[in-house]
């Protein structure tokens, strides 16, 4: 941790890492904006019930499908939090955990392309 | 614009998975060659900045909800290949973990915004900010004239490479009726045809999410000319 904290300001890319954060800590406007003005999902993003409702049947091959993989944090909502404050609290662990998955592939992936290319 | 599993049967699925691989392995030996070490966090930075980005939920009101990728803003930062590397390991951890588009559709994601989206965007913005024009009023050996064509450049192409992506998913989920039904008739994937996701798809992105995604990419573009100029390619 001290390593990374001690990277992390001498990065010549403090401020971006920075913003990075500041979009986590602010990401629940993308839940609450929607709740405001009464949005739904993405157009084409529903579940097997929701697909039941508009077109009156869920498609068996759907359905199937829909049912192939369990993810670990649907919808970026934790079980039990996907109301209110709790909701928007478990949105911005969810982009910690997201970001920080996604940074860490991206140096591994990077570190293994960027070998052969020197430090420079 | 993340197909959830389920919408796509295994002819589109397949194809796009099969079409996806060869370009990863190609963005990859392009990332070999070009990509420094000291040029990792960017990578790193660019990824985090496209999935925290999507988190941005942007409502039409009493409508649906969309969102900007970044993808031309990456490919500007980074280099096209890769951003599309960086766009794609965002939509894989969003697909394995939060059920943000299907695992069967990572193919056609990372197809549609991971690379179409990317690489449209990305040659606009040069076809813009490079193309030599003698007109002086044009002229990018001007500093401030290449500045402006690069942010208009910049606009347009983030605006038409997430239009791209948006029609690509409205032909992906609107073509499974034609492919696959049932014994009944009645389709096995997606149930809606092509002259439903194209106008529900198209219009949305059209009015409204393009221009959010070209803001989006505009403003940040701002930030970094005056913070890290030397990060802007040509």
Known sequence: ?120 | MHIPDGYLGPITYGSLWAAVIPIWIYASKKVKELLKASQVPLLALSAAFSFVIMMFNVPLPGGTTGHATGATLIAILIGPWPAVIALSIALIVQALIFGDGGITAIGANCFNMGFAGVLAGYGIYRLISKLKIKNSKFNGKNPDVKNTRQLIGAGIGAYAGINLAAFLTAVELGIQPLLHTGADGRPLYSPFPLSITIPAIMLEHLFLFGIVEAVVTVSVLLYIKKSHPELIRG
């Open chain 1, 1 to 120: 941790m001290a390593n990374l904290k001690f990277k992390i300001q001498n990065s010549k890319f403090r401020k971006l890492w920075i913003g990075i954060a500041i979009l986590i800590i602010l990401s629940p406007v993308g839940l609450i904006l929607p709740e405001l003005l009464k949005a739904g999902g993405a157009w084409g993003e529903w579940g097997a019930d929701e697909v039941e409702k508009i077109a009156g049947y869920v498609p068996r091959g759907l359905k199937k499908l829909s049912e192939l993989w369990k993810v670990p944090i649907p919808d970026y909502a934790f079980s039990g939090w996907e109301q209110g404050l709790k909701s928007y609290i478990g949105y911005i662990f969810s982009g910690i955990i997201g970001a920080a998955l996604v940074i860490g592939v991206s140096i591994l992936i990077g570190k293994i392309f960027a070998g052969k290319n020197g430090n420079s």
